[in-house]
């Protein structure tokens, strides 16, 4: 059973940084690309950014680009998003999902989801 | 940023259908995309659902009961999400999703209420 386990979500003043993290397990960790999805309260989710299962290829939304970054260690079947810049509109669940492929793109499914960590930018 | 929209809110009752609507800007043509649905219980994260191109190219999520389908409205330039035999546990918010380009576009979701 694939299984998806976020942390290091917090509260963090505006300007700061955090680090999240997505330990994997119960799939060739490898094989898939790997996603960061944000959902705020009573919205819809916003997709972050997307790495491919080597980790070469790297892909961000334009609302983080320059801003967060996105890595894996396949060694350990973790996945990671650095945050800084952190603003208020960062404020939401954030969910690292599998992809149904090891490349990552148009047409790549989000598919499971782990539980998400809450990242709350506030001073 | 494209804006896909769904209604905020539909119900039905259990035992009758739910036809869910996705309808995207009018720069994208509905029939240039995949329509991908998500399903979202309280407290818990979005589940896969389907994925509808054409009755062709289309893909079930694991587990996912035949009773969730796909389709396209496309005089209405809109995705369609259609639930048969409405269950109480079909009681969620539901999610649209394309890929105009190389960055995925979430809807604001439709709260499917089953009375």
């Known amino acids: 059973e694939v299984q998806l386990l976020e942390s290091g979500g917090g509260l963090v003043q505006p300007g700061g940084s955090l680090r999240l993290s997505c330990a994997a397990s119960?799939?060739?960790?490898?094989?898939?690309?790997m996603s960061w999805v944000r959902q705020a309260p009573g919205k819809g989710p916003e997709w972050v950014a997307g790495?491919?299962?080597?980790?070469?290829?790297?892909?961000?939304a334009d609302s983080v680009k320059d801003r967060f970054t996105i890595s894996r260690d396949n060694s350990k079947n973790m996945l990671y998003l650095q945050m800084n810049s952190l603003r208020p509109e960062d404020t939401a669940l954030y969910y690292c999902?599998?992809?149904?492929?090891?490349?990552f793109g148009k047409g790549s499914v989000f598919d499971p989801w782990g539980q998400g960590t809450l990242v709350t930018v506030s001073s | 940023q494209p804006v896909l929209t769904q209604p905020p809110s539909s119900s039905a009752s259990p035992g009758e259908s739910a036809r869910l609507t996705c309808t995207l800007p009018?720069?994208?043509?509905?029939?240039?995309?995949?329509i991908y649905w998500y399903q979202q219980k309280p407290g818990s994260p979005p589940r896969y659902l389907l994925y509808?191109?054409?009755?062709?190219?289309?893909?079930?999520g694991s587990g996912v009961p035949s009773r969730f389908s796909g389709s396209k409205d496309a005089s209405a330039n809109t995705g369609l999400l259609l639930i048969s035999g409405l269950q109480s546990e079909d009681e969620a918010v539901y999610f649209c999703?394309?890929?105009?380009?190389?960055?995925?576009?979430f809807g604001g979701g439709t709260k499917l209420t089953v009375l």
């Open positions: 999902a599998k992809v149904h492929a090891e490349w």
């Open positions: 119960g799939f060739t960790f490898s094989s898939y690309g």
């Open positions: 790495i491919r299962g080597g980790g070469g290829n790297v892909y961000y």
């Open positions: 009018s720069d994208l043509n509905v029939g240039d995309y995949s």
């Open positions: 509808y191109y054409s009755d062709s190219d289309k893909g079930q």
């Open positions: 999703m394309i890929w105009p380009s190389d960055a995925v576009v």
